[in-house]
């Protein structure tokens, strides 16, 4: 039977639920003679909703038992069962698509994140949401298959690239699947899943992947003296070439980067750990890269630095194109290697390497946290054909 106390000028109602625990509520009245009136309904309607409840969660174990007696209960209507109970005993909960999920994790992860990684989960989320079908992309994350997974993961590294002939490689595609695993890794801590059925699904072999090549001197003048290059994209070339700087980096530098004949920057790649650490990268500067940017009027880059990546790579890419420079090319021994901005950087390398520059050296100047990384920058190390020459004859 529910009783009424007084809290400052309100009453509040009180009964047993069960032979010790008391549930409170207010009734909202300063009258204590409706608000005993008013407690008795409060206390049956309650009771009547814990009754339905419990007649609620009474027929989903009923049906997860008939699920078990007809050999029907596996791993996913196990996991369907728990989730009408979740719902039942959270209204607030919300069961979320596998677009939703997706939408939601990518989001929240563009503050966390550098420009580049945000670019590689938007591409991820571009990728998957053409491959899966319309109905898997708006059904429950829950219901997500490894088997639907792998059958996108194939899709994906089967999609024509941007209307070209060519695919993208395994390791982009590999890339893709690793950032799904994280999406559901999500889900599956927030609830929507039991297990993360990406975590089973093997990657691609990456034995289609293509190397990075750099470009030679002759190339690099062909893309800066061409009469369609802007200014500020031979700012970025001659940066490129001579500091081995990534193209974001290049696109947003500042004057106040400038000490001198250097520049002292934080890489974006590696930005959360630099800010942890206190890194700082000193980068020297050659007399063309120094001259390019005190003869600049500043913002250096102000049209380069507004677009996306994806945008500054397509334009590069132009740029290549209209220089005569392939993207594509064949080194000695028959490997396909492919040639972006990026391969400025391993220009840089490669140059210091083939003037005897020490890899300890060209690896503080290219910011490289080992030397098994940077020994992929440097390519036809004519060092080692010159140490070669100095062994005695036979």
């Keep these: 039977m529910a ?49 339905a409840n419990a007649r609620a969660y009474k027929r989903i174990l009923n049906r997860a038992a008939d699920d078990a007696e007809a050999g029907r209960l596996t791993a996913d209507r196990a996991a369907q069962h728990l989730l009408d109970i979740r719902q039942l005993a959270d209204p607030s909960f919300a069961v979320l698509s596998v677009r939703d999920a997706f939408d939601q994790w990518v989001d929240a992860e563009k503050s966390r994140v550098s420009e580049s990684s945000a670019s590689v989960y938007e591409d991820a989320r571009r990728r998957f949401f053409a491959a899966f079908p319309g109905a898997t992309l708006d059904a429950p994350v829950g219901d997500l298959t490894t088997p639907q997974i792998d059958t996108a993961l194939k899709a994906i590294a ?67 003296n061409h009469p369609e290059t802007s200014e500020e994209w031979r700012g970025m070339i001659i940066l490129g070439a001579h500091t081995g700087l990534r193209s974001g980096d290049i696109a947003g530098l500042e004057p106040i980067h400038l000490d001198g004949s250097r520049l002292l920057i934080r890489p974006k790649k590696t930005k959360r750990k630099a800010k942890k650490k206190g890194k700082t990268l000193v980068v020297p500067l050659s007399k063309e890269a120094l001259k390019w940017l005190k003869s600049s009027k500043a913002p250096w880059f102000p049209t380069i630095s ?71 920058y440097t390519h036809h190390d004519k060092s080692l054909d010159r140490a070669v020459k100095k062994l005695p004859s036979l």
């Design 3 to 51: 009783t009424v106390y007084l809290r400052g000028k309100i009453w509040w109602a009180r009964w047993y639920v069960g032979s010790s625990r008391r549930h409170s509520e207010s009734t909202g009245l300063t009258s204590k003679r409706e608000a005993r009136r008013k407690a008795e309904l409060m206390e049956a309607e309650w009771k009547e909703a814990q009754s």
């Design 158 to 224: 089967a999609t024509p690239f941007r209307n070209t002939g060519r695919t993208i490689s395994a390791a982009t595609a590999n890339m893709c699947l690793s950032v799904l695993r994280r999406v559901l890794q999500s889900a599956v801590v927030a609830g929507q899943m039991q297990t993360n059925p990406a975590a089973a699904v093997r990657p691609l072999p990456e034995d289609d992947s293509t190397e990075r090549a750099p470009f030679d001197l002759e190339e690099v003048r062909a893309m800066l």
């Design 306 to 376: 507004s677009v996306a990546p994806s945008t500054r790579s397509s334009q590069f890419r132009a740029i290549m194109k209209r220089a005569g420079v392939p993207h594509m090319v064949t080194l000695p021994g028959g490997i396909e290697a492919t040639r972006s901005f990026h391969s400025l950087r391993h220009t840089f390398s490669t140059w210091l390497a083939e003037e005897d520059i020490a890899p300890d050296i060209r690896q503080r100047l290219t910011g490289h946290a080992s030397a098994s990384n940077h020994a992929i």
